[in-house]
């Protein structure tokens, strides 16, 4: 499994070690941690098998640390809708496995156990995906979310031939971004319209073959103007 779990300052020892369990269970075997409690004998005692991810975890200092080398960069929450004028569209689990199976490194990030991630956090991921539970008590426990989304990812696999690179998908954001400032549009409405094509590319998970027929017409088109 291609799926980096990334844990936003996790404060409980024993949710560190079932996550690590979790992993262990659906062969995922990249734990990185940004700032986290002091990981001893109770996360060790909750990972059972897992305990040589505890050992091999990579601690960082930075979201955008923790990030680094990951494809499709993918935040949960337990909001019902985000407010980050950045990303709008929160998919079900079902849907983002389905998407996150053309491949690539994806890196699944979860938020802090009290208050999950922050808006400035989301904003940085491509899109985020929520687990629809009872409005009377939204919020899952950490442990149990990881295990459910790598659950579901688990059941559609990963088709290593259709990865995108982010370094590609980028430069497609880029060549857009010049062509929409190069219109006659209010830099208001060229902000709304870069944020749509944003959303839309995230939503669409284009496949290599795709991804490399855009950026050709892109570059033609950018050629001409």
Aim: charged share 25%; glycine share 6%; aromatic share 4%.
């Amino acid at each position: 499994m291609n799926v980096r779990v990334i844990l936003m300052e996790p404060q409980e020892e024993g949710n560190i070690g079932s996550i690590a369990r979790a992993m262990a269970n659906f062969s995922c075997k990249e734990l990185y941690m940004i700032n986290p409690c002091k990981i001893g004998g109770i996360a060790k005692a909750f990972a059972t098998h897992g305990r040589d991810l505890l050992q091999k975890a990579v601690i960082v200092d930075s979201f955008d640390e923790a990030v680094k080398g990951c494809d499709v960069i993918v935040g949960t929450t337990g909001k019902r809708g985000c407010s980050s004028s950045k990303v709008r569209l929160s998919l079900s689990p079902e849907m983002m496995a389905e998407k996150a199976s053309t491949g690539g490194r994806l890196g699944l990030v979860f938020g802090r156990e009290r208050i999950g991630l922050t808006n400035e956090e989301l904003a940085k991921c491509d899109f985020t995906v929520r687990i629809r539970t009872s409005p009377k008590y939204p919020v899952m426990n950490l442990a149990q979310s990881v295990c459910l989304l790598l659950y579901e990812i688990s059941k559609h696999g990963q088709d290593e031939k259709n990865v995108v690179s982010r370094a590609k998908t980028e430069r497609i954001q880029m060549m857009l971004h010049e062509l929409v400032q190069s219109t006659d549009l209010t830099q208001r409405k060229k902000n709304s319209m870069e944020l749509t094509i944003r959303r839309i590319l995230t939503r669409s998970f284009m496949r290599e073959k795709e991804a490399s027929a855009l950026l050709s017409f892109l570059n033609s088109l950018h050629r001409k103007l």
